[in-house]
T-cell receptor, first 114, second 115 residues
């Protein structure tokens, strides 16, 4: 069964600190992996998208890594800000099949405090 | 949220009533999608459409219906047959449903509460 598991489920950090969120997947065959940020009560917004040949991609203070061999990804947030408080969702796309073949993780709820 | 709008933001209905959620996009995207989000669960696909006048069932289509008469519009009807309709509903679009690298752009969502 294609699954995406994220850890931790929730995380609280102090403003200015760094943190790393984890994503493990069993989706196969793999096409690409995306990280989304979802503010409470809003739609998800894309942060990064990586194919199997890419092992790191940055978007400002966000850096995603991908190890396609171990089927693991991480999202590192540098110098966190209060506005980083949100749910971060890992999404994996199947290589085959028509239409939408996205498998969503349940997300990591991040809270940044003063 | 880009060029995708969903209305209303909050919707309340009595059990047994059908309700239609609106989704409009001005991004000229071919593909549109409806997801449902419940606490502690990942987004689940209800229906998707890759082109006008065509749509496909997703993983949890039972109790829902859609239409795609115009490229920019993809309304979702939650029928009385849906056993547990209270949820946060998200609409998304992408330039093409077939291209694997295109990302999906999400609307702001509609929170439906049925009592």
């Amino acid at each position: 069964k294609n699954q995406v598991e994220q850890s931790p489920q929730s995380l609280i950090i102090l403003e200015g600190k760094n943190c790393t969120l984890q994503c493990n997947y069993t989706v196969s065959p793999f096409s690409n992996l995306r990280w989304y940020k979802q503010d409470t009560g809003r739609g998800p917004v894309s942060l990064t998208i990586m194919t199997f040949s890419e092992n790191t991609k940055s978007n400002g203070r966000y850096t995603a890594t991908l190890d396609a061999d171990t089927k693991q990804s991480s999202l590192h947030i540098t110098a966190s800000q209060l506005s980083d408080s949100a749910s971060y969702i890992c999404v994996v796309r199947l290589l085959t099949g028509g239409g939408n073949k996205l498998t969503f993780g349940t997300g990591t709820q991040l809270k940044v405090e003063l | 949220d880009g060029g995708i709008t969903q209305s209303p933001k909050y919707l309340f209905r009595k059990e047994g009533q059908n309700v239609t959620l609106s989704c409009e996009q001005n991004l000229n995207h071919d593909a549109m999608y409806w997801y449902r989000q419940d606490p502690g669960q990942g987004l689940r696909l209800i229906y998707y459409s890759q082109i006008v006048n065509d749509f496909q069932k997703g993983d949890i289509a039972e109790g829902y219906s859609v239409s795609r008469e115009k490229k920019e519009s993809f309304p979702l009807t939650v029928t009385s047959a849906q056993k547990n309709p209270t949820a946060f509903y998200l609409c998304a679009s992408s330039p093409s449903g077939a291209d694997l690298t295109y990302e999906q752009y999400f609307g702001p969502g509609t929170r439906l509460t049925v009592t």
